[in-house]
């Protein structure tokens, strides 16, 4: 009924920078908190940045700084603008949003299949 559909990823040299995308679409009749998460090789699934459809934002303090969350309720897309890239960066990134379907009650999480990032030293 929903898909997360991300774009953006590839590979980068350390410093350099890279903008994800994530289009939410189906029947949605809302989107609530939107965000980034990442997980490298052996490494549990982490939090990037979230954010809520009033704009308010939460970012983990490794990225703070250097990524900047958006969305554009309009359209149900998210945004990742990932500057000053490190190699510790380099992992898959997914997108996922809290949607509530039209004609449900409530809401859940949906997640995208991933993007890949790989940034080079």
């Known amino acids: 009924q929903v898909q997360l559909v991300e774009s953006g990823g590839g590979l980068v040299q350390a410093g350099g920078s890279l903008r994800l995308s994530c289009a939410a679409s189906g029947s949605i009749f809302s989107i609530n908190a939107m965000g980034w998460f990442r997980q490298a090789p052996g490494k549990q699934r982490e939090l990037v940045a979230m954010?809520?459809?009033?704009?308010?934002?939460n970012v983990a303090d490794s990225v703070k700084g250097r990524f900047t969350i958006s969305r554009d309720n309009a359209k149900n897309t998210v945004y990742l603008q990932m500057n000053s890239l490190k190699p510790e960066d380099t992992a898959v990134y997914y997108c996922?949003?809290?949607?509530?379907?039209?004609?449900?009650?409530?809401?859940?999480?949906?997640w995208g299949q991933g993007t890949q990032v790989t940034v080079s030293s």
């Open positions: 996922n949003g809290d949607v509530t379907v039209v004609g449900s009650m409530g809401s859940r999480r949906y």
């Open positions: 954010i809520t459809s009033g704009g308010r934002t």
